[in-house]
Nanobody
């Protein structure tokens, strides 16, 4: 059974850093993986994707502040958030699209975790 479980959210001061984790089942880890976020009253926003071969793509709005990575030993996806800003406060989700391994930015992600909340304080 494919599962995605996010963790690592919490409260962070503006300018600080936070690392989110997404524990995945092997079925999800082998395919397209991604991070999204959704703030109250806003549309869901795609942040980063990572292909099965490790190719990464990011939303331009992040301006290099976030880094996506994955660890094959633990089947875990990460999102390193640096220089966090107030507008980064949101629920963060990891998602997978089993069966799709490349061009993941364009994948129709259909498996989602429950999300982890990030709150930014000034």
């Amino acid at each position: 059974q494919v599962k995605l479980v996010e963790s690592g959210g919490g409260s962070v001061q503006a300018g600080g850093s936070l690392r989110l984790s997404c524990a995945t089942s092997i079925d999800a880890f082998e395919y397209c993986l991604s991070w999204f976020r959704q703030a109250p009253g806003k549309e869901r926003e795609k942040l980063a994707t990572i292909d099965s071969d490790g190719f990464k793509r990011y939303a331009e709005s992040l301006k290099g502040r976030f880094t996506v990575s994955k660890d094959s030993a633990s089947n875990t996806l990460y999102l390193q958030m640096n220089n966090v800003k107030s507008e980064d406060g949101a629920m963060y989700y990891c998602a997978s699209y089993p069966g799709y391994r490349s061009n993941c930015w364009y994948a129709k992600f259909d498996l989602w975790g429950q999300g982890t909340q990030v709150t930014v304080s000034s």
